[in-house]
């Protein structure tokens, strides 16, 4: 019972980690030499978990900016949402004092 809360305790300190010592550990891992055949897919599993670390980075980048980009969109529409309605009761207006000037004719 203690050997699983201490592997639930080892996880969970691992979570709280950023991607980078996580990718250390891995690195680190991958070239214990501890008389086991695997290395070379060890390293293989290294490099790759590096790869996703840099695409999960590049993805976070990629995205704020469309965030940022999102934001900007959306208060440009809404601007033009508002200078509709300005443009439409202007047009409104000048149609009722058109009328008024034919009717008063």
Do not use: C
């Amino acid at each position: 019972m203690n050997e699983i809360k201490a592997k639930i305790d080892d996880e969970v300190a691992t979570a709280s980690k950023t991607p980078r010592e996580i990718l250390k550990s891995i690195w680190e891992s991958a070239y214990v030499l501890d008389g086991r055949d695997d290395i070379n897919i060890r390293r293989t599993m290294a490099r790759f978990a590096t790869l996703l670390v840099n695409l999960s980075e590049q993805a976070d980048t990629i995205t704020r900016e469309n965030l940022a980009m999102q934001r900007k969109l959306v208060r440009l529409n809404w601007t033009l949402v508002f200078l509709t309605v300005a443009l439409f009761v202007a047009t409104v207006g000048l149609l009722v004092v058109a009328a008024i000037q034919i009717w008063h004719r």
